[in-house]
């Protein structure tokens, strides 16, 4: 599974995402956490110090590796140069698996251990001074956008993205890769205000968006988000003395989380796992290939002199029956 954690800056989703990485990895489940925010805080919500959450890898400055790994033998593709964020895959592609061991997670993952299991980390790399005036954000996530259209999971394997806040996702097609999107949302206009967003903007592309409440203090505020959210509100997190000692650095256990705010990471699991179900690896691909024609036209073709079109396999769909032969 493919999820995705998204809201505005201050909701809490990298809290929440985190937890949920947590939660995943508690019960056994193989997880591949990233952070995809500007704001690279995933690595010390899982409990990284903040020497080793910057000592990261960055995926971007791992682009040219990532590309040359993916691409393979196939013969659309007449080099890495030649690859964009949004090529999609075919035949003699290198696809990934959430389990295994590959270049790619050799040079940019990193293991961490939790109270409760483990999980691998990749992260974007922070925006720095000297990109400021030459780059965007978004061609960081770029190496997202690709790993992403490159992997192949099956049930009960996650691949968990907390991303950029507020509406930044929608400036690629990193949004259509995922099963289920996540969006918190504080009890406010702001909050909101984000969440309407997405549910404009995703309205054409068949995301599966479910909004978790957060910071809700009373009945006022779960009847605030009732009214605004409708049916799209999936459950509320409920405020936390266990977050609180977390955020101050202490590390307790996750089975001292309170009660009510353990069944709500459970509801999220059996969401995502009912969006397995929904799965359509058909439009899942298709979706790939119109955003990779909308960049090649825009800008790679020009980019890379070459016409990005032809790179499509139209005969290759990316799904579930590739899982046992993703290392071919």
Same mark, same amino acid.
């Given at each position: @599974?493919?999820?995705?954690?998204?809201?505005?800056?201050?909701?809490?989703?990298?809290?929440?995402?985190?937890?949920?990485?947590?939660?995943?990895?508690?019960?056994?489940?193989?997880?591949?956490?990233?952070?995809?925010?500007?704001?690279?805080?995933?690595?010390?919500?899982?409990?990284?110090?903040?020497?080793?959450?910057?000592?990261?890898?960055?995926?971007?400055?791992?682009?040219?590796?990532?590309?040359?790994?993916?691409?393979?033998?196939?013969?659309?593709?007449?080099?890495?140069?030649?690859?964009?964020?949004?090529?999609?895959?075919?035949?003699?592609?290198?696809?990934?698996?959430?389990?295994?061991?590959?270049?790619?997670?050799?040079?940019?993952?990193?293991?961490?251990?939790?109270?409760?299991?483990?999980?691998?980390?990749?992260?974007?790399?922070?925006?720095?001074?000297?990109?400021?005036?030459?780059?965007?954000?978004?061609?960081?996530?770029?190496?997202?956008?690709?790993?992403?259209?490159?992997?192949?999971?099956?049930?009960?394997?996650?691949?968990?993205?907390? @991303?950029?806040?507020?509406?930044?996702?929608?400036?690629?097609?990193?949004?259509?890769?995922?099963?289920?999107?996540?969006?918190?949302?504080?009890?406010?206009?702001?909050?909101?205000?984000?969440?309407?967003?997405?549910?404009?903007?995703?309205?054409?592309?068949?995301?599966?968006?479910?909004?978790?409440?957060?910071?809700?203090?009373?009945?006022?505020?779960?009847?605030?988000?009732?009214?605004?959210?409708?049916?799209?509100?999936?459950?509320?997190?409920?405020?936390?003395?266990?977050?609180?000692?977390?955020?101050?650095?202490?590390?307790?256990?996750?089975?001292?989380?309170?009660?009510?705010?353990?069944?709500?990471?459970?509801?999220?699991?059996?969401?995502?796992?009912?969006?397995?179900?929904?799965?359509?690896?058909?439009?899942?691909?298709?979706?790939?290939?119109?955003?990779?024609?909308?960049?090649?036209?825009?800008?790679?073709?020009?980019?890379?002199?070459?016409?990005?079109?032809?790179?499509?396999?139209?005969?290759?769909?990316?799904?579930?029956?590739?899982?046992?032969?993703?290392?071919?």
């Amino acid at each position: @599974m493919k999820i995705a954690f998204v809201g505005k800056g201050g909701s809490g989703k990298t809290t929440l995402s985190a937890l949920f990485i947590r939660h995943l990895a508690a019960a056994g489940c193989p997880v591949i956490a990233v952070d995809a925010d500007i704001n690279q805080h995933l690595g010390p919500a899982l409990g990284l110090s903040d020497d080793q959450a910057a000592a990261l890898p960055s995926l971007g400055a791992h682009l040219p590796q990532i590309k040359e790994y993916l691409r393979g033998t196939n013969p659309l593709i007449g080099s890495a140069d030649e690859m964009i964020k949004t090529t999609p895959p075919g035949r003699g592609s290198r696809l990934l698996r959430i389990v295994e061991e590959n270049p790619v997670y050799a040079s940019c993952a990193r293991p961490i251990a939790l109270d409760e299991g483990s999980v691998r980390l990749l992260a974007t790399g922070a925006f720095t001074e000297d990109d400021l005036g030459v780059a965007c954000y978004h061609s960081k996530v770029g190496a997202v956008e690709l790993l992403l259209n490159h992997l192949v999971d099956g049930r009960d394997e996650y691949v968990v993205t907390d @991303m950029t806040a507020g509406s930044d996702s929608f400036a690629s097609g990193l949004f259509t890769r995922f099963d289920l999107t996540f969006l918190i949302a504080e009890p406010t206009r702001k909050g909101i205000s984000v969440y309407r967003q997405y549910k404009e903007y995703a309205r054409d592309f068949g995301v599966n968006l479910c909004v978790v409440g957060n910071k809700v203090q009373g009945p006022d505020d779960l009847a605030f988000l009732r009214r605004e959210v409708g049916d799209d509100l999936l459950a509320v997190f409920g405020q936390s003395d266990w977050v609180r000692r977390l955020e101050q650095g202490a590390e307790p256990p996750l089975h001292t989380l309170e009660p009510a705010n353990r069944a709500v990471l459970d509801l999220l699991r059996a969401r995502a796992d009912q969006a397995h179900d929904a799965r359509d690896p058909q439009r899942y691909t298709r979706q790939a290939v119109t955003f990779h024609v909308r960049n090649a036209e825009s800008w790679g073709n020009a980019k890379t002199g070459i016409d990005l079109a032809t790179q499509v396999d139209k005969d290759f769909v990316l799904g579930v029956d590739q899982l046992d032969i993703a290392h071919a």
